[in-house]
């Protein structure tokens, strides 16, 4: 899994806002999504890469068998298929992950 992070500026789910900030400079806090509902520092589901092909097989890539003729020689080569693929899409975890943006140390050494 990539280790991209949130490309936008000044919206962070996980860090509270500078007029939430207690007396204590060290206590993080979740912030209020819009909505009632607060932000979890886990994941839960993930984009998969997968792809089904015409047949219904998954798999991360589909080649085909060509046989090739060169100089009177029979010659066979795989060919990659990237057409007709459909992505498998969202799939859910078997245990949750913590989300790349959350920012509070987990382990110090």
């Not at 919206?11 to 500078?18: A, K, L, R």
């Not at 068998?65 to 795989?78: A, C, P, Q």
């Amino acid at each position: 899994m990539g280790g991209s992070g949130s490309k936008v500026k000044g919206v962070w789910p996980f860090s509270g806002n500078s007029s939430d900030s207690g007396s204590d400079g060290n206590e993080q806090s979740l912030a209020r999504l819009k909505g009632s509902r607060n932000a979890t520092p886990y994941v839960f589901t993930r984009r998969s890469s997968l792809y089904y092909d015409e047949d219904g097989d998954l798999a991360h890539e589909f080649y085909e068998e060509t046989v090739v003729t060169k100089n009177g020689r029979k010659r066979s080569k795989l060919k990659r298929i990237q057409k007709n693929l459909i992505p498998q899409g969202i799939v859910k975890l078997d245990h949750p992950c913590i989300h790349v943006d959350f920012p509070i140390v987990l382990c110090e050494v």
